[in-house]
DNA sequence: GCGATCACG
DNA sequence: ACGTACGTGATCGCC
């Protein structure tokens, strides 16, 4: 869609679409989550838009030539290493080459995919495997960010994204042309493209970030007391959980442990099988589906609910979130089996995602609101599913975090405590807490 | 215009 | 036996 621009004609017409669809809001009772959130968020997203977000051209293009000239050498040692130049942008080219031409072996079940996953498994078949990745890494930054973006740029040096409101089937938004919701942030190569978004002279950048947002709102729906307990003493989510599958102490936790009650922890609001688990975390089935258990019964509402969603899902069509947002599942009824086992896990995610995107639409009205009504010359510049980013002058930092902070973990009171991290910086890279 | 891939939450 | 973690957008190759 072409940004900043209505036809002329539409303008005529909004005035009609409204009458049809007020007596259908009134009917799905969802006048509330129109008036209370989605209408007041139109001019908040419309101010994001227009101020936008600076980068530094200077630092893009500078690390677009350092870029260029590793990806030019990564691709001469790969044509080097496979003996024949090929369009190492292929899939299909690049899946001739290892399996067919330097005969690498194909990982069981995955079919000739050459998907980093399944790259990672062929790293000690081959020298070239480690070269393609890097290439493929380097390559995706280059070409979806670095490039582009000092393009797209207006005489301030600042990015516009244009947020739709309709698009997700959950309540998320979608950020497009450019899409600022998924710049890089992991690794060294992340945290450097972060530095290259700042401040304006004069003016910090505010993080400010919910701290396992979801699985408090799965506290909070569920009601299941060992998951509130954890929040409400303020504890470790994934320690204590890895405590819980593991069967230790939560002093005995270690750091890989955690990372694994983490997957579980996620995938438990993603639907996940134990198969699913088995999968990510390459354990064995039986491995997997003991971790399951021991997780299931440990939070035993968690289980529960999750029956509970599902069954209501097949008897009304719909599920909502904790502000009424519908989302419907017609597949619940389908005969297929891979649609109807996918569309329970929808069921099951869409409340959890879709109030976690409820409640932080609520903050951005009002945090918005309170920053204009307070003169604050930027004040929100961006929205990231969990974190809100601000443009500050320097001088009132703190006073602004006060605000920030304050409205984002008060404004819509569940059975645990929100929590909002914040960071303060020059850049992404800093402010990220 | 679609599938594969990969960037984010 | 089956198929197997939710939600997005951009880029590229290929038909």
């Not at 005035?15 to 007020?22: E, N, W």
């Not at 990672?120 to 078949?125: D, F, H, N, Q, S």
């Not at 070239?128 to 207006?154: A, G, S």
């Not at 929100?380 to 980013?389: A, F, G, R, S, W």
Request: glycine share 4%; proline share 5%.
């Amino acid at each position: 869609m072409k940004k900043n621009v209505i036809p002329k004609e539409g303008v005529y017409y909004i005035y009609s679409i409204y009458q049809q669809i007020l007596p259908e809001l009134l009917v799905r009772d969802l006048t509330k989550l129109f008036y209370d959130i989605e209408m007041p968020l139109i001019p908040c997203l419309y101010r994001m838009e227009k101020r936008g977000i600076k980068i530094d051209i200077q630092f893009f293009k500078q690390l677009t030539k350092e870029l260029e000239k590793e990806i030019f050498s990564l691709q001469k040692e790969i044509y080097q290493l496979s003996g024949i130049v090929f369009n190492l942008n292929s899939p299909k080219q690049l899946a001739e080459v290892l399996f067919d031409r330097l005969k690498l072996p194909i990982p069981k079940g995955k079919e000739r995919s050459t998907a980093s996953e399944v790259l990672i498994e062929l790293l000690p078949y081959s020298p070239i495997i480690e070269k393609i990745l890097r290439y493929r890494e380097l390559n995706k930054v280059l070409t979806t960010y670095l490039k582009p973006f000092p393009e797209m740029c207006d005489e301030n040096q600042r990015l516009h994204t244009y947020f739709d409101q309709t698009k997700t089937s959950t309540g998320r938004l979608a950020s497009l042309s450019p899409n600022l919701q998924n710049i890089p942030v992991r690794g060294e190569l992340g945290q450097k493209i972060r530095k290259g978004f700042i401040s304006e002279e004069g003016y910090l950048l505010i993080s400010a970030d919910y701290s396992q947002i979801e699985l408090r709102i799965l506290a909070h729906i569920t009601e299941d007391e060992n998951l509130i307990d954890v929040f409400l003493q303020d504890k470790d989510i994934h320690t204590t959980t890895a405590a819980k599958i593991f069967k230790v102490k939560e002093e005995e936790v270690k750091e890989d442990m955690r990372r694994f009650a983490k997957m579980v922890n996620y995938g438990l609001i993603y639907g996940m099988s134990d198969y699913g688990l088995a999968e990510s975390l390459r354990l064995k089935k039986e491995e997997a589906k003991e971790f399951m258990e021991n997780y299931l019964n440990s939070f035993p509402k968690v289980k529960e609910w999750r029956e509970e969603v599902i069954r209501k899902a097949k008897e009304e069509g719909y599920t909502k979130t904790l502000f009424g947002r519908p989302r419907y599942f017609p597949a619940l009824l389908s005969p297929n089996k891979t649609l109807y086992e996918q569309a329970k896990r929808q069921a099951i995610n869409a409340p959890i995602q879709g109030s976690a995107a409820d409640i932080i639409k609520k903050a951005m009205v009002e945090v918005d609101r309170k920053l204009i009504e307070n003169r604050f010359n930027i004040g929100l510049i961006l929205t990231i599913h969990d974190e809100l980013l601000f443009e500050i002058e320097k001088e009132r930092i703190e006073e602004a975090k006060e605000i920030i902070k304050e409205t984002m973990e008060n404004i819509y009171p569940l059975k645990v405590p929100l929590k909002v991290n914040i960071g303060i910086g020059k850049n992404w890279q800093e402010a990220h807490s």
